[in-house]
């Protein structure tokens, strides 16, 4: 009997080994144990959830000890434990900000608390949350020329605009952050500096929850809608499941519900939205893997200019300032013969960019064994040109199949 209940025992280990297959539970970890005990203080009450290191492309997440059906609670974070403009407003931060003039936006005085916060270490408040906060963002802005410079044209463009605009927030608050000089021993040059503030803008840009607050009169007109959310933001996104999120004014806590289902000791995703990889990379600063909602973004004038350097330019000035052209682009069937045309020169644009593509993979891989230093920032970039591919190679698929059917 003995001999059959050790057996039964191993069996046991064995499935409960299995179950954490997919990653490996960090609860146990002293930031974590720190962290629930900070929130525990402000209201929260233990869910089903543990952080958790994941193999795949998610890293850390939160894992749930029980499976989740649709309808199930995720999670429920008391106000008390949200970071908003409220908390800096009543922090010793609060009075400045009241004062200045011209106001500052919502957004400038979280980053400004976040850094404060994370100046004042052992001394803050915050200090549980601040601490497993990331060091460093990928998000777009944060990476070096030589990895932007590789990026699709539309999606370069946008992240030297995201960068432009931080280092002008930069620019435009220095005055502000040395009327803080009195709240501090330290040059307030040397506390609030530029990677301190592209540090906190990057940590609101990627970690706030939509949170509406009522309109204050020391903040500038841009929206109040930010909301830190300690734990809740451990969370990673899927497009592939659906949630309800939103601050009940009953239990005056942030809540998310979830609308699919999680087995026993997976990770639980939410929904960031319906976000393709490239708005993903420039916000958050990951790809999603097999995105239903991904695109290939090619500009009119680089339709025009790759109608050029296919030999293909009659046609397209033939139908470019016509309804026709217009209509073929809508899907609509002209003819025959322009159906085949149309669909040919799809291709031809569609072979063009795949091959386009796959050379700037060659470029990135070369680069990946030159530039050890840039490894990781180089395989987001790789990462987005192959799931670019993945819809490209398909589309001409696609195009091939509808040409034949044409002929």
Known sequence: MKKSRGRTGRKRRRKHLKSFKDGVNCSHKLEYIKLKKWLKERGFEDSNLRPAEFWGITGRGLMTTKALQTGDLIISLPEKCLLTTGTVLSSCLGGHIVKWKPPVSPLLALCTFLIAEKHAGEKSAWKPYLDVLPKTYTCLACLEPDVINLLPKPLKKKAQEQKMMIQELFRSSKAFFSSLQPLFAENTGTIFNYSALEWAWCTINTRTIYMKHPRRECFSLEPDVYALAPYLDLLNHSPNVQVKAAFNEQTRSYEIWTNSQCKKYQEVFICYGPHDNQRLLLEYGFVAMDNPHSSVYVSSGGIYGLADSLNNSVFFKHFGSSACWRRILLGDIISARNEQQ????????????????????????????????????????????????????????????????TT
């Open 342 to 405: 149309a669909l040919g020169t799809a291709a031809k644009i569609c072979q063009f960019l795949i091959e386009e593509t796959q050379h700037v993979l060659l470029q990135i891989s070369q680069l990946k064994r030159e530039k050890e230093n840039l490894k990781s920032h180089l395989a987001l970039v790789e990462m987005l040109h192959s799931e670019n591919l993945k819809i490209l190679e398909k589309s001409a698929e696609i195009l091939c199949n509808l040409n034949l059917g």
